[in-house]
DNA sequence: GATTCTTCTTCCAACCCTTCGAATAAGATC
DNA sequence: GATCTTATTCGAAGGGTTGGAAGAAGAATC
């Protein structure tokens, strides 16, 4: 059974109210945060104190006041330090260092060989990687608050072993062990889809809203599911494969080995499997970069080529029977798509999708549920990743500890002068 | 958001400490309960007090001592009351009378026409069947703690509106108001997914496990979800649906009007829908009465009949990829499959079915998954619905109030005698 | 039969968290 | 400069859990 104390209220609560913060148009005074979070005002004011004295938030001027006191303004300490956000992805390592005010400040994007590609090497890539983000951005070591990092597949977080790769032959790796010694930094391992779920929670459409699903559609596909505002693992740290469900029994043959999997149709590979389905001989569909064939599908689309319609409006079934499984199964209240499938086909898709959802779904949850294009700026993998390395540094119990001790620490300390 | 407070730790964790009782052998000592909860001992006697006050426990004499002072053993006090668990099926409706040790004391089943049935002719049929209970044991109406009922289809709990009958054109009926007329009763309504899971939760698998998936397989078919202990219902109460989830895309037709849906395949009707197919001539597949047909075909399959063991085969088959799917996404600790397809045809049934979910899931989420029967005594419905109304007794805040008012009770009422 | 042991229970004080309400602070306005 | 008006801080109270001391209850022993 989990233990439940009043600390874990306290850290939601922390974690609450410092959301709002991010999701604010900008800055925003204790008394919106009270109104936003249905915190007592004293709470708002207890919580915000110790972000202050962290350093995590800043005073940012005052409103207009029409007569009274006016309200102070609260933004996020962009300085505070540095995230770092790396993607692990099939044929490319991309690593971003933001601000604690989640802006990209320096970018990094990195190839790897094609093929197998051995542990080493992503290990190289990465830490490479890494020490280019803070050479270029002139950043110390020691202001790095943390690192994520997505990896492909399924990920055991604490020990870090990576027990399956969809793209390599990867046999319980020990990453974190690998990682911790080339990075010297604070480091959380998890994988793509829970990365932009993350990301979605902190900065997209889960800032309204405590239960969603989002989904990844990019090489591999797969969906994050956040129940009351928690991200849910599931026993192994594996739930979520959506992209490994069977949509059609004896169907297509999926790169895990099975037929009828969603991957199958509505990743990039899949998009190209149907083109080439349905044009046998156009060589623009029989390419090997799947990202590339779905990106002239895409052309050849705007160009209102027939076929080319045809392969959207397939893939568009596909993926809205698909939508329907989990919004029966789930019942959420928004169903996030986003990733390079959205980006390269997402005007053309996604309303022939929504309306193929609206065809397999029960009426009741699907009136429930709305489906939206992801909102986060930027790679939402990168940005997941490194909010799990905010989130990691929100729950250290050297910087946020027991109110007791913030209390000891004023009588010991003067009072800070204005 | 969610407002967490202190109070939801300890009603949590009175629940916890009455779920141990129930799920243990027998009486428990406060030792062995917070050896179970993990929770402390002083907590423990704390929520113990308050659960032999209001009179839900009682000390059941004490255990053997080699030496020392011998632990006092608790006990349910089955004489506290009565609980009432109703479970409306297609063709009848089958009324529960349990004590508060939850065993049954009266059982009453009483048809339904056939065909549409009107929400009067059922809240009659239910009114009935629960005054006879009451009459036939003799039980006066002030001592039943609440009802629970259980409504196939979508109902709002709250409202206690059922927005959609699998079996019957109702719609928008306030089966709430209907109902808490005729009964005089604490009402408590839900859908059987959930009635199932949380009767599992407290009496079955879902004892030892957190996060658990129950699989409700009879007329209609689905699923429910227990995350961190918690079931999940969705943003609107409809979670769970995974007997609409597409398996084979323009597959079989099914009830709701979809094609391929889990429930075409592996629901009662589905199964008879099966032996039609591969035995066209047989007029055994053929009856109106799917739940006989089944059986019919359980002694076609004793008797050796190839064809017979051909539809079992099948049907494994198309269970074993559903319930894959389920494990992937979801990621659980165990699944349990129960209800009358079980039931007839289990022994047949589970072990191919098993080793297709093993051919379907990605090897760690199916590693992690334990597949079992389920082990509750009886009717899962029934005692499910009647689950529901102990938990509601449980959140009575006159019963069970802050434990600031038991300290000012106990200091105004004299100290109890021994 | 009293004493000693051993173990269970209860009780108390300490600690964590939220929240109400009074007191204090800080501008705007007259 | 006095008076509003609104924000913020502060202290006490209320709801929980928990470790440890003190009390209670049999078993074993002398």
């Known amino acids: 059974m989990i233990k439940r104390t009043s600390q874990d209220i306290r850290r939601l609560n922390r974690f609450e109210v410092l ?82 005010a989640l802006s990209v400040r320096h970018s990094v994007e990195r190839p790897l060989p094609p093929g197998d590609v051995r542990p080493a090497d992503v290990v190289d890539t990465l830490a490479g990687a890494v020490e280019e983000l803070l050479a270029a951005s002139g950043t110390d070591r020691s202001r790095v608050l943390g690192a994520g990092v997505s990896v492909p597949g399924m990920v055991e977080r604490e020990g870090g072993v990576s027990s399956f790769s969809p793209y390599w032959s990867w046999h319980e790796v020990p990453l974190r062990a690998l990682l911790d010694e080339r990075l010297g930094l604070p480091l959380w391992l998890d994988n793509p889809l829970r990365a932009s779920t993350v990301a979605e929670m902190w900065f997209g459409a889960g800032r309204e809203v405590d239960d969603l699903v989002v989904l990844t559609l990019r090489a591999g596909v797969g969906a994050g599911i956040a129940i009351g505002g928690q991200l849910h693992r599931g026993f192994t740290n594996s739930a979520g494969e959506w ?98 499938v959205v980006d390269l086909l997402g005007e053309r898709l996604l309303p022939a999708a929504y309306e193929a959802v ?46 007791s001790r913030m209390r000891k620490a004023a009588k010991g300390g003067g009072a800070a002068g204005g």
């Open 19 to 100: 959301r709002r913060v991010y999701a604010g148009p900008g800055a925003m005074s204790r008394q919106d945060l009270a109104a936003a979070t249905g915190l007592s005002f004293a709470t708002v004011a207890n919580l915000t104190a110790e972000l202050l004295e962290a350093g995590v938030l800043v005073e940012a001027g005052h409103e207009e006041s029409g007569g009274g006191r006016p309200r102070a303004r609260l933004a996020v300490n962009a300085e505070r330090g540095a995230l770092i956000g790396v993607d692990i992805a099939e044929t490319s390592v991309h690593a971003e260092l933001f601000d604690l």
């Open 243 to 340: 992209g490994h469900t069977c949509l059609a029994l004896d169907g297509r043959l999926c790169t895990c080995g099975n037929r009828g999997c969603v991957e199958a149709y509505v990743s990039l590979r899949g998009i190209a499997g149907t083109w080439r389905e349905l044009a046998p001989g156009d060589e623009r569909a029989a390419g090997p970069d799947d990202a590339a064939t779905v990106a002239a599908l895409a052309r050849a689309a705007d160009a209102d080529e027939p076929v080319a319609a045809a392969v959207v409006e397939r893939t568009a079934r596909y993926l809205g029977a698909a939508v329907a499984n989990l919004v029966n199964l789930v019942n959420p209240q928004v169903v996030v798509v986003g990733n390079q």
């Open 358 to 403: 609206g065809r397999h779904a029960l009426a009741l949850p699907h009136r429930a549920a709305t489906l939206r294009r992801s909102a986060v700026p930027h790679n939402p993998v990168t940005r997941g990743a490194a909010t799990f390395a905010l989130e990691g540094f929100l729950d250290d119990r050297e910087v946020f500890g027991p109110v």
